[in-house]
């Protein structure tokens, strides 16, 4: 009687303050779904949003109640019927309390209690790859996911329910989930890691919906309550001061979510701790930075492992994007990024969304050049973005000099990526890996995710010796970081320069890359300098990975006609058919790409011993795994040190519907370097007739661009 | 002195009645120019119109006078600028007369002196391909497509000329034209032959504008006026009673605009020839079965010589469909074409189709299933579309069992091509050419157009012996065509089923292909029968080029992944390399490619012998003429007869950015043949675990699906 009375006494003790015990409290509250039922007539992103979730919420409702055995991966049934399921609780939650009929909380509600008869039942889920691995899903991810979606179906529900319905959920179902997530996947729990995030996330708004604060405590501080796991800890260290997150755009895209909806709740919930105010308003500029690290065409950088056809349409940043803009004064240029995402949540921070853009507020978005640095003290290099032009036809140039990104970072140091009129002119393969396609290796990442993706040769930087930056080792790649040079926008060119000098040893990398304005309104002019320094002969070979059909190679090419061969036996070789190769001789040579209706011709200073190779992805590949792209291979062989010099110029226009053509030839000629020592690199070109001086200069940190009269 | 006056005569003679002298009177009429000056404010469609033309003409006014000496192909600076300077002439004359303001009629008038007064110090083209070539461009076509737009121009100044003006221009340079099209090249101008067509057009314009009723007569009957050759013998001779044209529909819409053009004056001067009522309607069909001829995705269907991105939008079309709606009373579903094609032709058509537009008169085009015979008398074969679907996510079948289509034809009898949710699933390469690259064969076909796109293994139809249909011999392809056996559209199916009895020696080819609605709003089936007949064994190769990504096979395949191999010599088999073999054994097997998120799994009956080949385009390729695109073959060696049966089910939907996949696996299975005699295909297959049997009966010419409980 004396602990049962004591245990009572503690229950209540942990819980919040009276106004945190409103339901709901998280993503509606109790005082906005006054002003949210009117805004559902009234403003049309969020009537068309709230329609989208009813027509949702109206068929699941109609569906008997499934809550499988667990069993299968990403695309398996049961699979896909746990995360239908937490996503109909969600929408239903919010149905509920928009509409107020209470056969939307009834389906939330027997769904509830489903799972609180058989959850406990459940061994571990039989398709784990790792111990103790996920329950309700093959991977503890998974799960997390699950019950963040979960809690805020139950937190809009929570009045409907009786107390003891209320506590049959909570002991039988949540208390085992987060002891799941906390104590059985405890390393999880408190990893620096999204799936750390997840997890925390998961615990942390359960505990504050179910009033458990030693639950909070736990997902703020880690399982220790000693910080050194956790949402604090993993703010601090997952993030840049400038809120880049380690392992690249389409994890922090991932990861997004849970910071954001954590951060929401303790916002609700715990004001005096002030989370968006943490790390100098550290959220507001991750989401910031996330957009700005997406092209014109909506996708996200595709570099480390990343799918290529992920925009920030997608679910996590359509709460980001809302929530910062109402609760983090993000402004209004955010508003054209939720109206091309063409729905909000619907909740207070959507309502604000809806209703600026309804009365018209909107400004387009304001993407940026600007150098992102990378490490929780932004002393671990960074991501280089040149922009130029108007957001429908601009020029971008991405260039990569961030720190390894854990175990979805690519051996790509110094590696880049261009952008124009709306595509990918040189592009990044993204991971290799068939997304809930339980077909392909089970919807994970594939085995040549290892053995082409992340490999260097996949990428636009200069592979030496044939062999991966760090001998695609992790750990080393892991312990270093590329060093900014310099970085610099301004109306005439922007310029970013960065080296690395521990990816091979022996060699030194270094990498500038210009994106030049000629002329107003014209295309901008991409200059790429990379120089391999060296006591010792190399092998060196700079690949450019293009979009669009080849149109012109100004240089003889051998063609294997009859029979294919792989480049090599590692090290993603074995994974590149040879084409063709070509020795362009003394000079400049200069190959022509027609893409997307425009050219794009890349002029390469040349000599006796250079040698092209043209290549397409796809061999070593039994499964089919790995998509057909093609590059062309700038390759030097037996020297110490070389500098690779290129432009690449867009021009003209081909249109097949009208069938017109215009600027098909290249006006970048007579690449000539000038001066190329350790700090100082010069060279000229004449364009459209017009010769321009570069000089970079590393001294000074400093870069001109001089037209000659 | 008596022979000018004798000369003075012969020409009043030959000119027509008072109303036709009027200027301008074929796009534009006198009349027309007030109600249009008031529409081009009034409907937004117009506006538009009018405002893009207005653009080009201010910056076509802007520029300098250039009438280069004519060198170079197509995209070459010369070609490019005569091609603009007609361009320019017909806009800024339809500006003159929708302004007034002399400044456009001042640019024509300039463009057409100066040529006057330079065509005939022009030698032949010096890149002309064949004697006696063009003029002013490489080719005799060109020249007269230039006429056709420069009268148009010359129509809309005539009245801003003097009359002085008006003769240096008519006796300078449109005489010689007519001269160089109509005696020069007059074989051209006698061929029945969409080049033919231009000429004529050419001439017969030039006729009507210039009062010249003997380049009229001979436009229309023929050089000889003999009814060999002219306009009415290619209306007679090129199109089917369907308003098929013979060369596919990449010929019949450039084809269309000289004949829609043409036809336009003639009603217009010569009412009492009822040229659009010539043929039963003709053109009016023509232009109907043109539209039929695209998918949903506005792309024409690209068999035959076609480029691939070539869409109802482009110019020659938007002529088309104004003129059809506003002269031939082609039906209000004709708008949403308009109003997709996004513009209008400035003169009365497109003012017509701009105000019903405006007044809400749109209906969805409505796309049908139909036999279109192929043939000046329909009796030689033809084109089987079959459609299921509202036009927002439409399954289409198209069974191409036409008449050779002379020079630009494939060997390709009996192939076929599916689309389904607004994208290629099985798909045709369509022609080795770059159009207006001068850089790849001077933007003309490429040789591989030859080697490759024309060869039958580059089709999904049958290739028998590794040699393709009448041994790609155009003339005796030419001289025979398959046979349409069945034809059915109903609410459950439609199904079409033809024989080729001539393209291959010994070997009867007959096809039936159905695509069968099992359930309503949901995907269909396509179901396709080959049939090969012989007494004696062949190697039968049925290939499906395949859009997507293969994600499934439900039998091993030997992969090569170090080395690939041209799968042969010649016939087009030298452009393919192989990737792997499998071979499925005894009973059903599927393949499943993820293709714009969503799945198509092939399932088809397989035995012991069966062996499966995946491959990809791109050998024998030394100039990078030819995409890399992607097949699986089913093949069967050393065997007399067989017939491929198999079935192709779209399903379910992977979606990357909210990461949903559904319905990932095929419900098509035990496909099982029940019976296969000369006049009788009957067999089993179970969908959704229900089973249907199918009977295509050839003697009664009916084709039945039974649902079995």
Redesign the interface.
């Known amino acids: 009687m004396k602990s049962i009375i004591l245990a009572i006494v503690s229950v209540l003790l942990t819980q919040f303050p009276a106004l945190a015990q409103e339901h709901p409290s998280i993503l509606l509250t109790r005082n906005d779904v006054k002003a949210l039922r009117a805004g559902v007539t009234q403003y049309p992103l969020l009537r068309q949003s709230y329609k989208s979730i009813l027509r949702a919420a109206d068929k699941a409702i109609q569906m008997e109640i499934a809550v499988p055995q667990p069993t299968g991966e990403?695309?398996s049934v049961a699979h896909?019927r746990h995360?239908r399921n937490y996503l109909d609780m969600q929408m239903c939650g919010i149905v509920y309390q928009i509409s107020g009929e209470k056969k939307y909380a009834e389906h939330v509600k027997k769904l509830l209690l489903k799972y609180a008869e058989v959850y406990n039942s459940w061994p571990r889920h039989p398709n784990r790859k790792i111990e103790p691995g996920g329950k309700m899903f093959w991977q503890n991810l998974n799960d997390c996911v699950w019950m963040v979606y979960t809690v805020q179906g139950y937190d809009c529900i929570y009045d409907y329910l009786t107390p003891p319905e209320r506590q049959k959920i909570e002991r039988e179902l949540f208390e085992p989930v987060v002891k799941e997530l906390s104590e059985v996947n405890t390393k999880i729990f408190n990893q620096i890691h999204n799936h750390g995030t997840w997890s925390v996330a998961a615990v942390g708004m359960a505990g504050y919906v179910c009033g458990r604060k030693d639950w909070v405590e736990k997902a703020l501080k880690g399982s220790a309550l000693d910080g050194k796991g956790g949402f604090l800890a993993q703010l601090d260290q997952l993030f840049s001061p400038d809120g880049y997150y380690a392992e690249g755009p389409y994890y922090q895209r991932y990861a997004i979510l849970p910071f954001i909806l954590f951060a929401r709740a303790i916002h609700r919930y715990q004001p005096e701790l002030n989370i968006y105010g943490y790390r100098d308003g550290l959220l507001k500029k991750a989401v910031d930075i996330l957009l700005q690290m997406t092209y014109t065409n909506k996708v996200f950088f595709p570099f480390n492992d990343a799918?290529k056809?992920?925009?920030y349409?997608?679910?996590e940043l359509v709460y980001a994007v809302n929530i910062a803009y109402s609760d983090m004064e993000a402004g209004d240029d955010l508003l054209d990024i939720a109206g091309k995402q063409g729905r909000v949540i619907v909740s207070d921070a959507g309502l604000k969304v809806a209703r600026a853009i309804a009365e018209g507020k909107t400004k387009p978005f304001r993407y940026r050049s600007l150098w992102i640095r990378d490490g929780a003290q932004g002393d671990e290099g960074g991501i280089g973005v040149l922009r130029n032009g108007p957001n429908e036809n601009q020029a971008c140039l991405v260039f990569k000099a961030a720190s390894q990104g854990m175990g979805h970072g690519h051996f790509d140091r110094l590696n880049i990526l261009f952008f124009d009129n709306n595509v990918e002119v040189f592009s990044d393969y993204g991971s290799a890996r068939?997304?809930?396609?339980?077909?392909?290796s089970g919807?994970r990442y594939t085995r040549e995710n290892d053995t082409w993706a992340k490999q260097t040769i996949a990428h636009n930087t200069l592979v030496v010796d044939g062999r991966s930056h760090f001998n695609a080792n992790l750990k080393k790649a892991s312990a270093t970081a590329p060093k900014l040079l310099q970085f610099e926008s301004n109306d005439d060119y922007q310029v970013v320069s960065a080296i690395e000098e521990y990816a091979v040893p022996d060699v030194r990398l270094e990498r500038s890359t210009i994106l030049f304005h000629p002329e107003k309104n014209a295309p901008s002019l991409l200059i790429d300098v990379f120089r391999a320094k060296s006591d010792k002969p190399h092998r060196y070979e700079l690949p450019f990975w293009y979009q669009g059909?080849?149109?012109?190679n100004s240089f003889p090419?051998s063609?294997n006609?009859?029979?294919?061969?792989?480049l090599g036996a590692d090290f993603g070789y074995?994974h590149v058919?040879l084409n063709a190769t070509g020795n362009p001789g003394n000079g400049n040579a200069t190959l022509?790409v027609?893409n997307n209706k425009r050219f794009y011709s890349t002029t390469f200073l040349s000599d006796s011993t250079m040698k092209v190779q043209?290549v397409?992805s796809g061999?070593?590949?039994?499964?089919?795994n790995i998509?057909?792209e093609k590059a062309f291979i700038l390759l030097k062989e037996n020297v110490d040190s070389y500098s690779f010099l290129s432009i690449t110029e867009p021009h003209g226009s081909?249109d097949?519907?009208?069938?017109?053509?215009?600027g098909?030839s290249p006006q970048v000629k007579g690449i000539k370097m000038l001066e190329d020592s350790d700090y100082r690199i010069s060279f000229e070109f004449r364009y459209k007739n017009v010769r321009y001086t570069v000089e970079i200069n590393h001294q000074d940190k400093k870069t001109t661009i001089t037209k000659n009269q």
């Open positions: 990403g695309g896909e995360k799918l056809d992920k925009t349409e997608s679910e068939f997304l809930n396609i339980e077909t392909k919807g059909h080849l149109v012109y090419l063609v006609t009859n029979a294919l061969k792989a074995q058919w022509t027609l043209l397409t061999a070593g590949d039994p499964n089919f998509r057909s081909a097949p519907v009208t069938e017109a053509t215009a098909a």
